[in-house]
């Protein structure tokens, strides 16, 4: 029986080529886009899902307030908040440290590595992350200050003669950078997965960072004042984590003492590990982020986009009843019941389901590349099957709804076209019936409400992204190259004499215009300076304000304009810093202070590390991130650093040339050290790329939603001339003209997507106006882009039916009714 169902409705299906084509391209570009996004979703929700006790395994995040406003929201903070809470709180069972290693050099032998990033952690870090060791024993690596573990691949690139077996390589020797004592290799580790959120080359043992009295890491042991750190917390299991919160400004009262070290009040909370890559707002972020908004209007997007394709179905099958009727008036009158008749129509929807999951597959194969391209990500099909949120549940998900899809798609075309009574059918009397007709009007509806609504996404998106690219940041970031800072020097008394005299050489390189020092390039985050205040005001409030150390030459290499007062000179500069008097404010720091002009806060001074700078220039304001985070007020100061990255202005022309002599120079100056470079503009531009992302997926979704719908509605128009085309001669026998036909056919389905306008609006309005929250600076959403993303929908609509019609209305009337 079921082999006859299926051969039956291989034969309808088939019968009509276009029905077939349009009916199974739309269901399977469907399913391809859905299958894309869940391949997406899963991957972005499974982060850090491989850690086995991820459940219980928490970070502590700090926000500071000073008089009653947030200045500091991080995960960053201080070094003897862990072991702190371990001894308070039973409920704590492990925890471990994290400091951060950025852009560093490895060296073994003769081999040198720069750009390598690693982390130095608590010999629990192993027994809290399941991070997976190649050689080393897990239990036993990092309890020494003098111990390392490299990732495979860096190991391979700093070994490269290993050959196969990387385990002999435990006990060999790896400098960091400066280090005076080599680091004895304890461990290889596999690399680290995409989805975990801490992303590393090497760990080092977190006590190396204050053995030898390291003056640079001196409070890392513990330390309640200076927060550099990061923590991680394991909860016994079955502990309930808002019982702790509870408990944490009574903690934070006996520890910390912000009010009396930085004038600030803190408050500790928890964060889940399951959400520190979808759920993170905090600045100085360690891991890897995304964005759980981004993730689910994705996904949300996918099954849109399916169910426009189902809608299609649905609509073509039960728009089909009047071709199908007699047929159902037949089998009835030879004896088939009701049940064999929805059994076989749904074998139809079925087989055509399962036809159009082969070509989805089909169109995976094919285009997976090309959309890991889009997305940034290496995904597979693996990643549908994958886990995310510590479990299936968005591949139940989707095979949930997938089932009721095809469930719904099938059974009401088929309950619709059993329901026929063969005596009114073999009559003739069904042609007139209105069944179904309101629900299609509906569905058809939803379908273009959905498009609009992409549509109108795509363009808002593409709107914010041009204002972010043409909105002035009060600095040039264009031809800016950034060297890395020479690492494996002493920072001695000669370093400042050294750098002036490395800049002043390149400044005499033909293509190069300019060079300086920073302690932050723009795009990075600043540090945070606390209690800063003026001496010349009784009870003066005291400010968070974030800090940066320039050369003096960096005002003019990023065109940042002066509003008052003079730039830094080279008196300003001195390697003791106890000696360093001077500082600029941006226009926002000066306000802060409470100066009325920047000429006014000229000549006058602040508190800084509790001893007063002179205000010797305000600048106007720039952007030191992205238009996501408003300008903030900035205390700059001159200070050189050997950890100060070193940006040149050089010309486009003969760029080539140009990096060779620069390195010739930089190899002269610093011998030894490792050469690596990247272009400002692209690095600044990184901070957009989940926006970028988030617009080509939203267009890649209009488009499709457009196609989809562009052939459901071709079918539908097909199929409607088609079952009126006695009427149509009847009309053009009694004087009807081909405009009077052509406005006869269309004006239901225009009417359906001036509805459809309507019902789209608002939502798109809704959903990107909160997206735009998002952005400190951002765009107003005009009228003009929903009429033309409502227009854009009718003139597909137009396109799409008007062939059809236009045919229609040009047919032979004598024709039409002899076939009638």
């Given at each position: 029986?079921?082999?006859?169902?299926?051969?039956?409705?291989?034969?309808?299906?088939?019968?009509?080529?276009?029905?077939?084509?349009?009916?199974?391209?739309?269901?399977?570009?469907?399913?391809?886009?859905?299958?894309?996004?869940?391949?997406?979703?899963?991957?972005?929700?499974?982060?850090?899902?491989?850690?086995?006790?991820?459940?219980?395994?928490?970070?502590?995040?700090?926000?500071?307030?000073?008089?009653?406003?947030?200045?500091?929201?991080?995960?960053?903070?201080?070094?003897?908040?862990?072991?702190?809470?371990?001894?308070?709180?039973?409920?704590v069972?492990?925890?471990?440290?994290?400091?951060?290693?950025?852009?560093?050099?490895?060296?073994?032998?003769?081999?040198?590595m720069?750009?390598?990033?690693?982390m130095?952690?608590?010999?629990?870090?192993?027994?809290?992350?399941?991070?997976?060791?190649?050689?080393?024993?897990?239990?036993?690596?990092?309890?020494?200050?003098?111990?390392i573990?490299?990732?495979?691949?860096?190991?391979?690139?700093?070994?490269?003669?290993?050959?196969?077996?990387?385990?002999?390589?435990?006990?060999?020797?790896?400098?960091?950078?400066?280090?005076?004592?080599?680091y004895?290799?304890?461990?290889?580790?596999?690399?680290?997965?995409?989805?975990?959120?801490?992303?590393?080359?090497?760990?080092?043992?977190?006590?190396?960072?204050?053995?030898?009295?390291?003056?640079?890491?001196?409070?890392?042991?513990?330390?309640?004042?200076?927060?550099?750190?990061?923590?991680?917390?394991?909860?016994?299991?079955?502990?309930?984590?808002?019982?702790?919160?509870?408990?944490?400004?009574?903690?934070?009262?006996?520890?910390?003492?912000?009010?009396?070290?930085?004038?600030?009040t803190?408050?500790?909370?928890?964060?889940?590990?399951?959400?520190?890559h979808?759920?993170s707002?905090?600045?100085?972020?360690?891991?890897?982020?995304?964005?759980?908004?981004?993730?689910?209007g994705a996904?949300?997007?996918?099954l849109?986009?399916?169910?426009?394709?189902?809608?299609?179905?649905?609509?073509?099958?039960?728009?089909?009843?009047?071709?199908?009727?007699?047929?159902?008036?037949?089998?009835?009158?030879?004896?088939?019941?009701?049940?064999?008749?929805?059994?076989?129509?749904?074998?139809?929807?079925?087989?055509?389901?399962?036809?159009?999951?082969?070509?989805?597959?089909?169109?995976?194969?094919?285009?997976?590349?090309?959309?890991?391209?889009?997305?940034?990500?290496?995904?597979?099909?693996?990643?549908?099957?994958?886990?995310?949120?510590?479990?299936?549940?968005?591949?139940?998900?989707?095979?949930?709804?997938?089932?009721?899809?095809?469930?719904?798609?099938?059974?009401?075309p088929?309950?619709?076209?059993?329901?026929?009574?063969?005596?009114?059918?073999?009559?003739?009397?069904?042609?007139?019936?209105?069944?179904?007709?309101?629900?299609?009007?509906?569905?058809?509806?939803?379908?273009?409400?959905?498009?609009?609504?992409?549509?109108?996404?795509?363009?808002?998106?593409?709107?914010?992204?041009?204002?972010?690219?043409?909105?002035?940041?009060?600095?040039?970031?264009?031809?800016v190259?950034?060297?890395?800072?020479?690492?494996?020097?002493?920072?001695?008394?000669?370093?400042?004499?050294?750098?002036?005299?490395?800049?002043?050489?390149?400044?005499?390189l033909?293509?190069?215009?300019?060079?300086?020092?920073?302690?932050?390039?723009?795009?990075?985050?600043?540090?945070?300076?606390?209690?800063?205040?003026?001496?010349?005001?009784?009870?003066?409030?005291?400010?968070?304000?974030?800090?940066?150390?320039?050369?003096?030459?960096?005002?003019?290499?990023?065109?940042?304009?002066?509003?008052?007062?003079?730039?830094?000179?080279?008196?300003?500069?001195?390697?003791?810093?106890?000696?360093?008097?001077?500082?600029?404010?941006?226009?926002?720091?000066?306000?802060?202070?409470?100066?009325?002009?920047?000429?006014?806060?000229?000549?006058?001074?602040?508190?800084?590390?509790?001893r007063?700078?002179?205000?010797?220039?305000?600048?106007?304001?720039?952007?030191?991130?992205?238009?996501?985070?408003?300008?903030?007020?900035?205390?700059?100061?001159?200070?050189?650093?050997?950890?100060?990255?070193?940006?040149?202005?050089?010309?486009?022309?003969?760029?080539?040339?140009?990096?060779?002599?620069?390195?010739?120079?930089?190899?002269?100056?610093?011998?030894?050290?490792?050469?690596?470079?990247?272009?400002?503009?692209?690095?600044?531009?990184?901070?957009?790329?989940?926006?970028?992302?988030?617009?080509?997926?939203?267009?890649?979704?209009?488009?499709?939603?457009?196609?989809?719908?562009?052939?459901?509605?071709?079918?539908?128009?097909?199929?409607?001339?088609?079952?009126?085309?006695?009427?149509?001669?009847?009309?053009?026998?009694?004087?009807?003209?081909?405009?009077?036909?052509?406005?006869?056919?269309?004006?239901?389905?225009?009417?359906?997507?001036?509805?459809?306008?309507?019902?789209?609006?608002?939502?798109?309005?809704?959903v990107?106006?909160?997206?735009?929250?998002?952005?400190?600076?951002?765009?107003?959403?005009?009228?003009?882009?929903?009429?033309?993303?409502?227009?854009?929908?009718?003139?597909?609509?137009?396109?799409?039916?008007g062939?059809?019609?236009?045919?229609?209305?040009?047919?032979?009337?004598?024709?039409?009714?002899?076939?009638?």
């Amino acid at each position: 029986m079921l082999r006859n169902y299926l051969f039956i409705a291989w034969r309808n299906s088939t019968r009509n080529k276009l029905y077939f084509l349009i009916n199974h391209a739309g269901l399977a570009i469907g399913m391809t886009a859905c299958i894309f996004m869940v391949e997406y979703a899963n991957f972005e929700l499974s982060y850090d899902t491989f850690n086995q006790q991820a459940g219980d395994l928490y970070r502590v995040v700090n926000d500071r307030y000073q008089d009653g406003k947030r200045v500091q929201h991080s995960p960053m903070t201080y070094s003897a908040v862990g072991q702190a809470m371990r001894h308070e709180f039973p409920e704590v069972i492990n925890h471990t440290r994290v400091a951060p290693l950025a852009s560093r050099i490895l060296i073994a032998d003769d081999q040198k590595m720069g750009k390598q990033n690693g982390m130095a952690v608590d010999p629990s870090f192993f027994g809290m992350f399941s991070y997976q060791l190649i050689a080393g024993n897990r239990d036993l690596v990092l309890r020494e200050p003098d111990e390392i573990i490299l990732s495979e691949s860096c190991a391979r690139k700093l070994f490269p003669d290993v050959g196969s077996n990387v385990a002999s390589l435990i006990g060999r020797l790896v400098n960091l950078e400066r280090s005076a004592v080599p680091y004895k290799l304890t461990g290889i580790c596999y690399d680290v997965p995409d989805n975990s959120h801490l992303q590393f080359d090497f760990l080092v043992a977190y006590s190396s960072l204050y053995r030898g009295g390291n003056r640079y890491w001196k409070s890392a042991d513990s330390s309640f004042t200076e927060s550099y750190f990061y923590h991680y917390i394991q909860l016994k299991p079955g502990s309930d984590p808002k019982r702790l919160e509870a408990q944490l400004p009574g903690f934070s009262q006996r520890y910390f003492r912000g009010n009396k070290v930085t004038g600030s009040t803190e408050k500790f909370s928890l964060q889940p590990l399951l959400k520190a890559h979808l759920y993170s707002d905090f600045g100085a972020e360690i891991g890897k982020t995304g964005n759980a908004t981004i993730v689910w209007g994705a996904l949300l997007s996918a099954l849109l986009i399916l169910s426009i394709a189902w809608i299609n179905y649905i609509n073509l099958a039960t728009a089909r009843a009047v071709e199908r009727a007699k047929e159902v008036g037949i089998r009835k009158s030879s004896g088939a019941t009701r049940t064999q008749l929805v059994f076989q129509f749904f074998s139809e929807s079925l087989l055509s389901n399962f036809l159009s999951m082969l070509l989805a597959a089909g169109l995976i194969y094919f285009v997976q590349a090309r959309f890991n391209e889009l997305v940034q990500r290496n995904l597979s099909i693996h990643y549908v099957f994958g886990e995310g949120l510590q479990s299936n549940s968005v591949t139940f998900g989707l095979l949930l709804i997938i089932l009721s899809g095809i469930c719904i798609a099938g059974f009401y075309p088929a309950l619709v076209l059993s329901s026929f009574k063969p005596v009114d059918v073999l009559k003739g009397k069904f042609s007139t019936s209105s069944r179904g007709v309101i629900l299609r009007k509906a569905l058809v509806s939803g379908q273009f409400a959905v498009t609009i609504a992409l549509v109108a996404g795509s363009i808002i998106i593409y709107q914010q992204m041009r204002y972010a690219a043409q909105k002035p940041l009060g600095l040039t970031l264009s031809q800016v190259l950034v060297i890395s800072p020479p690492q494996l020097l002493e920072n001695d008394s000669s370093f400042i004499t050294r750098s002036r005299s490395f800049k002043e050489e390149l400044k005499n390189l033909v293509h190069v215009k300019a060079a300086t020092n920073s302690g932050r390039i723009p795009g990075e985050d600043l540090h945070r300076m606390f209690d800063v205040h003026r001496p010349d005001k009784l009870s003066s409030p005291r400010f968070a304000v974030n800090n940066m150390s320039i050369g003096e030459d960096f005002l003019d290499l990023y065109d940042i304009k002066l509003l008052a007062g003079r730039n830094f000179r080279s008196t300003d500069y001195n390697e003791d810093l106890s000696k360093v008097r001077t500082t600029l404010l941006n226009e926002s720091a000066a306000k802060l202070f409470g100066f009325p002009t920047a000429s006014e806060a000229v000549g006058k001074s602040i508190i800084l590390y509790e001893r007063p700078y002179e205000i010797v220039g305000v600048t106007h304001d720039f952007h030191q991130k992205s238009i996501h985070h408003p300008v903030e007020p900035v205390v700059m100061m001159p200070n050189y650093s050997l950890y100060n990255p070193i940006s040149v202005k050089v010309e486009p022309n003969e760029l080539t040339t140009t990096l060779a002599a620069i390195r010739q120079v930089y190899d002269r100056f610093f011998p030894g050290n490792v050469f690596a470079y990247r272009f400002l503009d692209d690095q600044f531009n990184e901070q957009y790329n989940a926006d970028r992302v988030v617009g080509k997926v939203f267009a890649l979704f209009a488009g499709l939603a457009v196609l989809i719908a562009a052939l459901g509605l071709l079918g539908l128009s097909w199929l409607a001339t088609r079952q009126r085309t006695r009427e149509i001669g009847v009309r053009k026998v009694l004087g009807a003209s081909v405009q009077n036909i052509v406005l006869l056919l269309s004006g239901d389905f225009l009417g359906l997507i001036l509805i459809a306008f309507l019902v789209a609006v608002p939502v798109a309005w809704f959903v990107m106006q909160r997206w735009l929250t998002g952005f400190a600076y951002r765009i107003s959403i005009n009228a003009w882009v929903f009429v033309a993303a409502g227009g854009l929908a009718l003139l597909i609509a137009l396109i799409t039916i008007g062939y059809q019609t236009l045919k229609a209305a040009n047919a032979n009337p004598v024709k039409s009714l002899r076939s009638e």
